[in-house]
């Protein structure tokens, strides 16, 4: 316990402030939070022992041990998996803290895949990486749920991000579609943490790493059509910016909002990426196939944001106009007139931006949160560098396109000082 | 729940994590006992898995077939029917996209790669490109066969693979009658 309070303590109680009684039950509660905040230090500490010892577990029965008979290799195949096994099943049945069941947990899962990887050296069987993992995830899954354990979460995203990845990147280039089952299958753990835990550290994490997995993965299925990947794209972080301003996570902090920043950065980077003009000349022209995987993937997302934004309009979360959430709508419809006219919508593309910096200034302004004002700013600023490299525009297109953003520089400077001018005068 | 049900919960998970590699060995050793053994001529190179360590590559002299039919589509299952040359090496007999119930010889279920339609030829994708060696090893290997392959002696590095009922197991590489294993211990690629 911290040694000013228990000096403060003692000053109150000789001071008559509080009486012994009270100092003693002020004294325990501080004792207790520190005895549970070493607790939560220890589980972290042997969860990090835990995965350093099961991949190093791994890298040397990657070795390859030549000299070692069939049988030896095999019974070393087994003794990781059988000892973590009874670890497990020992902290189960026990019913042992969290620290052991968190540890162990993560013991067998490396574990596991130290013994799929070693039986496939010994008979070197086929299989890429993809099918490796796929075994290895499924094995591990009903663990999550028997331990409660959170740091298996953690992994199994991980793994289950890069079983999509090494399929649908690098050595398939299939539709990873048992990706979303996987994922699903994590919901019901992470469920229970928003409802129990909202605050919790491993919630945030989560918070963050589930649309980052869906950030990375999401180009794995755009497979036949890749123009409609910007599209894609563009509606995911249209879809993940709303998740993040539910109520539930936006009252939240903003590094705790995972959704929130990422949908927002997300958005501003294709934008950014779309309002360049030689990208739909090279890129998009009268090679679009509406009869595709990627344009049913692209309906799909659209169709859930749009859900969620209406769910959110009818629940009243929606109170002042935010045009980050509706971003998404706005670039469908660009995007469909670059069909008919490609200039006029690389046009609207950069005015969105601009008025999404705008916005950001203002809300930032509005809230006083100084990231948020400056974001803004750092979206136009980033715009106008971008403009200099669009050297296939017209001088006249241009010259316009930078006076509105010089107006809009003009604006949002007026505002801010007119706002800490307001301030002050508060004060 | 009560412990008692995770626990037994937990015994299910345990038997079924321990079967999944029981029944992959309990198959390669059987086609180990009572599969048919081919030799592959082959030539190899050594890349590395993140989690399963050094491996050589294998690519096969008989990785392609000449067929007029050029409708094969990448990854797609074929059935490759395999026979022996003179000199005992294997050969593929014929290919197809399902099982042939009047050709008799044994079958490798592999993936089409890529049709050349220059050379009317399909190339083959075996499922036993992999041979897992230990990590010092597996570079000295692929040196050892490039220099064999070099001097003006008959090429003679091969694949022995135990094929049965369409599944297959790459027991060993030999160069010079030799396991590459103690080909590259012996030194003799010095």
Request: some cysteine.
């Amino acid at each position: 316990m911290n040694s000013k309070i228990q000096k403060d303590i003692k000053e109150l109680v000789a001071e008559q402030v509080i009486s012994k009684d009270t100092a003693s039950k002020i004294t325990s509660y501080y004792l207790s939070k520190q005895r549970h905040s070493s607790n939560k230090l220890f589980t972290v500490f042997a969860v990090l022992g835990s995965t350093l010892v099961g991949l190093g577990i791994i890298l040397i029965l990657a070795h390859n041990w030549d000299d070692f008979s069939r049988t030896l290799k095999t019974a070393f195949a087994f003794a990781p998996l059988i000892i973590g096994q009874a670890m497990v099943g020992y902290a189960i049945l026990k019913d042992k803290s969290a620290t052991w069941k968190e540890a162990s947990g993560v013991f067998l899962f490396f574990a596991v895949g130290a013994s799929i990887a070693l039986v496939s050296q010994i008979y070197n069987i086929p299989g890429d990486l993809s099918s490796y993992l796929l075994t290895w995830i499924l094995l591990c899954l009903p663990l999550i749920y028997l331990l409660k354990s959170s740091a298996l979460v953690i992994l199994q995203i991980v793994f289950i991000t890069s079983y999509a990845c090494s399929l649908g990147y690098f050595s398939g280039n299939k539709t990873p579609w048992v990706y979303l089952i996987l994922l699903a299958s994590l919901l019901p753990h992470y469920y229970k943490l928003l409802k129990q835990g909202k605050l919790h550290n491993i919630t945030s994490i989560l918070n963050w790493l589930l649309p980052l997995s869906f950030v990375i993965v999401m180009g794995a299925f755009v497979r036949d059509n890749g123009n409609f990947g910007f599209l894609i794209y563009v509606i995911l972080f249209g879809l993940l910016y709303n998740i993040g301003k539910i109520p539930f996570f936006n009252d939240q902090k903003l590094r705790r909002n995972g959704y929130l920043v990422l949908g927002s950065l997300g958005t501003v980077y294709m934008l950014l990426l779309t309002s360049f003009n030689w990208l739909w000349e090279a890129v998009f022209v009268n090679r679009l196939n509406f009869n595709s995987q990627a344009f049913y993937i692209a309906l799909t997302l659209f169709c859930l944001a749009l859900a969620l934004l209406t769910y959110s309009y009818l629940k009243k979360w929606i109170r002042n106009f935010n045009l980050f959430q509706y971003a998404f709508i706005f670039f469908m419809l660009f995007f469909m007139i670059s069909l008919v006219n490609t200039g006029l919508s690389v046009i609207l593309i950069n005015l969105l931006i601009l008025i999404l910096g705008i916005m950001a200034v203002k809300i930032g302004a509005a809230t006083y949160h100084f990231g948020v004002l400056n974001y803004g700013l750092l979206i136009i600023t980033v715009l106008i560098a971008c403009r200099f490299f669009d050297t296939d525009m017209s001088f006249v297109l241009r010259g316009l396109l930078f006076v509105g953003v010089g107006v809009g520089f003009f604006v949002t400077n007026y505002i801010m000082l007119k706002k800490q001018k307001t301030l002050k005068t508060q004060k | 729940m009560k412990t008692i049900h995770i626990f037994t919960i937990f015994i299910m998970v345990v038997l079924i994590q321990l079967f999944v590699p029981s029944q992959m060995i309990f198959n390669q050793e059987l086609i180990l006992k009572k599969g048919k053994v081919y030799k592959f001529k082959t030539h190899p190179v050594d890349p590395t898995d993140p989690f399963r360590g050094k491996y050589i590559n294998l690519n096969y002299e008989i990785g392609s077939y000449k067929t007029t039919d050029s409708l094969w589509q990448r990854n797609e299952d074929i059935y490759v029917y395999l026979t022996k040359d003179s000199l005992g090496f294997a050969k593929i007999d014929t290919i197809g996209r399902t099982l042939k119930s009047n050709n008799k010889n044994d079958y490798i279920k592999a993936k089409a790669g890529w049709y050349s339609s220059y050379s009317n030829t399909l190339s083959i994708e075996f499922p036993f490109d992999r041979y897992y060696m230990e990590e010092t090893k597996a570079y000295n290997a692929e040196v050892a066969v490039r220099n064999r392959q070099r001097d003006s002696l008959p090429h003679n590095t091969y694949a022995l693979v135990y094929v049965k009922d369409g599944a297959v197991v790459l027991n060993d590489v030999i160069i010079d009658d030799m396991s590459i294993r103690n080909y590259v211990e012996n030194g003799s690629s010095k």
